[in-house]
């Protein structure tokens, strides 16, 4: 039996988010026994406390939405997470570099993450695969592997379009088992996130975690 709760970073990342919706979010979350909850790094120190001595994790996200700030600014904005406690980092890669064709730049670009995060912080790499060719996410994904990262995740949320199925399927075969994949983006009910587990997933970025495990605990009861 498919125990959903376990794939799911429950995320708030809106700008407008307040100490007491990361309370909640955290409180939810500890109920559910979530993978992880996602928020943005002026809320790592809270949100880890709040999850202190629960299996939850606190997840931050790096240059994020928009990939583009410069790897120094990623590493400081990373290693400031984990010193608060973080112990996922969700960063966008530089997607303007990759379809720049600058490969090497992006490939360092995820290695200073995971050289920041090294023995304390697993690393998500957002591909944003809404604004890439169906060749630029396999490419993405290579790039993602050789530079250490542990993760490959779809989208932010914030851009044109979030996870599809497609993607899910083409990033899983892209990895080859050398990495898992995130789908995150527009997950809103259990019907999508069960396809997009079955289709390769292992972590769901939902902010919709709480209707979801309703939905799924409706259906086991009828």
Known sequence: ???????????????????????????????????????????????????????????????????????EAKVSEASYAISRGAEELDMVMNIGALKSG????????????????????????????????????????????????????????????GATVHDVKLMKEAVSGRAQVKASGGIRDLKTAIAMIEAGATRIGTSNGVPIIAEDARGRSS
């Open 102 to 161: 600058k490969r090497g730049i992006v490939e360092e670009d995820i290695s200073a993450v995971v050289n920041a995060g090294k023995g304390k912080a697993l690393v998500k790499v957002i591909l944003e695969c809404c604004l890439l060719s169906d060749q630029e996410k396999v490419e993405a994904c290579e790039i993602a592997i050789e530079a250490g990262a542990d993760f490959v995740k779809t989208s932010t949320g914030f851009s044109t379009g």
């Open 1 to 71: 039996m498919m125990e959903i709760n376990r794939y799911i970073d429950s995320t708030l990342l809106r700008p407008e988010v307040t100490e007491s919706q990361v309370a909640r979010l955290c409180d939810d979350a500890t109920r559910y026994e979530f993978a992880s909850v996602c928020v943005n790094s002026y809320y790592a120190e809270l949100a880890s406390s709040l999850l202190a001595g629960s299996p939850v994790k606190t997840c931050v996200v790096v240059g994020f939405p928009l990939g583009s700030t410069a790897s």
